[in-house]
């Protein structure tokens, strides 16, 4: 999977507006925690190239940019977890989901 950083605040009005036109993933993980690293396994695990063209792919070291993860929580208004999967169409979360609740069916299903 070829992700996207997402690494500075600017970064979230460019998810808004690529949103309008293609739905955008933002996988938030924390390095330091295993059920993160077993949440992103298993996204990893069933992704096929081909869904890059159906959502733009971001991802967020939550351990490099807490600030910037709380950023995020607060612009699409979502409680912050750890790991956290968000869904942004249109510049609005439509769907977000955390642990062992991260699905790629659930996630690929609100496409």
């Given at each position: ?15 808004k507006t ?6 955008v ?6 390095t ?9 396994d ?10 890059t063209e ?15 993860s ?23 979360a439509?769907?977000d989901?955390?642990?062992f ?10 496409i």
């Amino acid at each position: 999977m070829n992700w996207n950083k997402l690494t500075e605040a600017g970064q979230i009005q460019e998810i808004k507006t690529l949103s309008e036109e293609k739905p955008v993933l933002i996988f938030k993980h924390s390095t330091r925690c295993s059920i993160s690293s077993m949440s992103l396994d298993r996204l990893l695990r069933k992704w096929q190239d081909s869904d890059t063209e159906k959502v733009i792919p971001y991802f967020l070291d939550l351990i490099a940019s807490r600030d910037l993860s709380d950023l995020v929580a607060r612009e699409f208004r979502v409680p912050h977890e750890s790991p956290q999967v968000l869904l942004i169409r249109n510049g609005e979360a439509i769907y977000d989901n955390s642990h062992f609740g991260i699905s790629y069916v659930d996630l690929m299903g609100k496409i």
